[in-house]
């Protein structure tokens, strides 16, 4: 079952706790939440999630582009958390974050160039496979900030958020999952349950010019998440690097790692 937290200030955060492991153990509970958006945080919403589920780690893995015009988020405030901007956008190259933050004719930020893959060819046009491209994209042009993000959680509860909390916080949270011993069908369910606040989402990012243009770009049904995306994405770590692990392990990742995060998060 989807622990949901309700906020008024985000629509897509739940909690992690609870789901069981291969071997029989269970997440803890406020050890590792997603979410979409935090920049909305009321004060009641910053209050629940610091003081009574205890986060302390707040994993943004936004672009500099996306940070520097939607600005500081109310948690950004709270002297109890710390932040962790960790983009998996490339940083170099045709359409990145450094293309996104050169002024336009006129002054301030190109918002054409906030996502960098809108113009990226499709791979076969199919929705599906055009995802997978760009989650391995991810960990093509960032693999430090994934493997600091599985860090960063082993240090303590932490939320982890993108704009929509669907695309770079799934492949973030799938990773984590996976080493954490979680079995595949309850990763890629928990991948897909983000659809089931799509719309709440949707309403959200399109209320922000950051994002409006991006979203209207596409039909809203091309933005679901479905499950057989985050199991081709597994099945490509499988094939080409034994798994999320030996992805992993081949950027740094060691078994001090997996240890630590296996005893931050599971009973």
């Known amino acids: 079952m989807t622990r949901w937290i309700e906020l008024d200030g985000a629509v897509n955060v739940r909690d992690m706790g609870g789901l069981v492991t291969s071997d029989g153990g269970t997440l803890r509970p406020g050890r590792l939440l997603r979410s979409d958006n935090l920049q909305g945080l009321t004060p009641a919403d910053v209050d629940r999630l610091v003081t009574d589920i205890g986060v302390r780690h707040v994993i943004d893995l936004r672009s500099d582009t996306e940070v520097t015009i939607e600005g500081p988020g109310p948690l950004t405030r709270d002297p109890r958390v710390t932040i962790h901007h960790l983009s998996l956008f490339a940083e170099g190259g045709g359409l990145t974050d450094v293309d996104a933050d050169t002024p336009p004719a006129g002054g ?32 093509a042009d960032r693999p ?3 493997v600091d993000a599985l860090r960063v959680i082993a240090q303590g509860p932490s939320i982890v958020h ?36 799509l719309e709440a989402i949707l309403a959200r990012l399109r209320s922000s010019p950051t994002y409006a243009q991006d979203l209207d770009s596409r039909p809203a049904d091309t933005h679901m998440p479905h499950a ?23 950027h740094g990742w060691t078994d001090d790692d997996t240890a630590a995060l296996r005893t931050a998060l599971r009973t």
């Open 228 to 250: 057989s995306t985050m199991e081709k994405f597994l099945a490509v770590l499988d094939e080409r690097h034994g798994g999320p692990l030996g992805w992993l392990r081949h």
């Open 144 to 146: 430090g900030s994934v």
């Open 162 to 197: 993108c704009a929509a909390g669907k695309d770079r916080t799934g492949v973030v949270t799938a990773l984590a999952l996976d080493v954490l011993g979680v079995p595949r069908d309850r990763i890629v369910a928990d991948y897909a349950a983000t659809g089931d606040r």
């Open 108 to 139: 301030g930020v190109d918002t054409d160039k906030i996502l960098p893959w809108q113009n990226r060819p499709e791979e076969d046009g199919q929705e599906s496979e055009r995802s997978v491209g760009h989650y391995l994209a991810y960990l």
